[in-house]
T-cell receptor, first 114, second 111 residues
């Protein structure tokens, strides 16, 4: 089954404690991205990757890092989380960079930073 | 200000009613996509509209892309409780491949 898998689904942690949210897709997609979803603001892109070793900032990259060492994996790293990063996070992938390509989303990771 | 403005933000109706939700922008888009998101899940693509004036039907859902490719609408006929969810429009402005999302319309259909 084609899917995007995120882990963990839920995490409560404290300010400053580094964390990583993993994302894996099994569709051999070139393009992957991370979004955060906040009430009234919709989905805002954090980082995206057009292919292995190619990453770039989205609209709200501050406080986040990513890496793309393999095609299937695109982890999101919060080196020093802060309360304003409390949000619902989604990883997505699509076949390649292009506006008509449908995006496939994971089921989300709800992060609470205390 | 959002690049894509969706209205209404919230909509609560009775089963069997018809409804229309809107996605508007001042920018031209090469295409627009509509997604539905249910609680605890990620958005799922419903349709992509590409040509100005295009109308696409998906069972009781009708999607229209404006002639100028700056806006789109989603019309649901005889809404069912199973239509409940957050409806998101998304698109990349012409000349830019970065997808942007609207804030969504949260639809509740009561039995």
């Amino acid at each position: 089954e084609a899917q995007v898998t995120q882990n963990p689904r839920y995490l409560i942690t404290v300010t400053g404690k580094k964390l990583t949210v993993t994302c894996s897709q099994n569709m051999n997609h070139e393009y992957m991205s991370w979004y955060r979803q906040d009430p009234g603001l919709g989905l805002r892109q954090i980082y995206y990757s057009m292919n292995v070793e190619v990453t770039d900032k989205g609209d709200v990259p501050e406080g986040y890092k990513v890496s793309r060492k393999e095609k299937r994996n695109f982890p999101l790293i919060l080196e020093s989380p802060s309360p304003n990063q409390t949000s619902l996070y989604f990883c997505a992938s699509r076949r390649r960079w292009g506006s008509n390509q449908p995006q496939h989303f994971g089921d989300g990771t709800r992060l609470s930073i205390l | 200000t959002q690049l894509l403005e969706q209205s209404p933000q919230f909509l609560s109706i009775q089963e069997g009613e018809n409804l229309t939700v809107y996605c508007n922008s001042s920018s031209v888009f090469s295409s627009l996509q509509w997604y539905r998101q249910e609680p605890g899940e990620g958005p799922v693509l419903l349709v992509t509209v590409v040509t100005g004036g295009e109308v696409k039907k998906l069972k009781r859902l009708t999607f229209q892309f404006g002639d100028a490719r700056k806006d789109s609408s989603l019309h649901i006929t005889a809404a069912q409780p199973g239509d409940t969810g957050l409806y998101l429009c998304a698109g990349a402005p012409q000349g830019n491949n970065d997808m942007r999302f609207g804030a969504g319309t949260r639809l509740t259909v009561k039995p």
